[in-house]
T-cell receptor
Framework: ETGVTQTPRHLVMGMTNKKSLKCEQHLGHNAMYWYKQSAKKPLELMFVYNFKEQTENNSVPSRFSPECPNSSHLFLHLHTLQPEDSALYLC??????????????FGEGSWLTVV | EDQVTQSPEALRLQEGESSSLNCSYTVSGLRGLFWYRQDPGKGPEFLFTLYSAGEEKEKERLKATLTKKESFLHITAPKPEDSATYLCAAFSGNQFYFGTGTSLTVIP
């Protein structure tokens, strides 16, 4: 059983819909991440939160809106997405964002299809 | 430019046929080299972290090694259940740089 839980595992949404992805980590970590994984591409870092504060936003379009209410929960709010946004969205956590012993642990991912 | 390159892109092995996967990195100030295993439709599962050149780590049929320019994941006598995509990532500064992975298929 993974220490990082994502829901839903699969989501199909229309281009005008609004939906949210949810992530919860049970590892006592302080940093949480959203990554996008597309076929044949390296994982793309989208957002980083450290102690609930957003520390990184890698030029992600505003149709993706993160929310981190506490260090255990992370959301990704989705609205007016495009078909090219279809991908596997991975949530991850680590003890913090500093230090060399900074292993990232991933959730199972949320498969998003935009139609 | 900081980047990580994995080769080969895909590898098919007969059960019991040992081989190695390569992860080359060009990042300044490497703080850790990570290996993950990813099964289809699932998130990456952590395997190893290597911190300095010459370091080696083993887990069952897998052994990871690190030099100043690359890391290898050696698979000894693989089994069909070792079939997966293997990802490596270099940690530098406060960023992880991921490769595109090697898709390994082990044929019975």
């Amino acid at each position: 059983e993974t220490g990082v839980t994502q829901t839903p595992r699969h989501l199909v949404m229309g281009m005008t819909n609004k939906k949210s992805l949810k992530c919860e980590q049970h590892l006592g970590h302080n940093a949480m991440y959203w990554y996008k994984q597309s076929a044949k591409k390296p994982l793309e870092l989208m957002f980083v939160y450290n102690f609930k504060e957003q520390t990184e936003n890698n030029s992600v379009p505003s149709r993706f809106s993160p929310e981190c209410p506490n260090s255990s929960h992370l959301f990704l709010h989705l609205h007016t997405l495009q078909p090219e946004d279809s991908a596997l969205y991975l949530c991850a956590s680590s003890q913090d964002i500093q230090g060399s012993g900074n292993t990232i642990y991933f959730g199972e991912g949320s498969w998003l299809t935009v139609v | 430019e900081d980047q990580v390159t994995q080769s080969p892109e895909a590898l098919r092995l007969q059960e019991g046929e040992s081989s190695s996967l390569n992860c080359s990195y060009t990042v300044s100030g490497l703080r850790g080299l990570f290996w993950y295993r990813q099964d289809p439709g699932k998130g990456p599962e952590f395997l190893f972290t290597l911190y300095s050149a010459g370091e080696e780590k083993e887990k069952e049929r897998l052994k990871a090694t690190l030099t100043k320019k690359e890391s290898f994941l050696h698979i000894t006598a693989p089994k069909p259940e070792d079939s997966a995509t293997y990802l490596c990532a270099a940690f530098s500064g406060n960023q992880f740089y991921f490769g595109t992975g090697t898709s390994l298929t082990v044929i019975p």
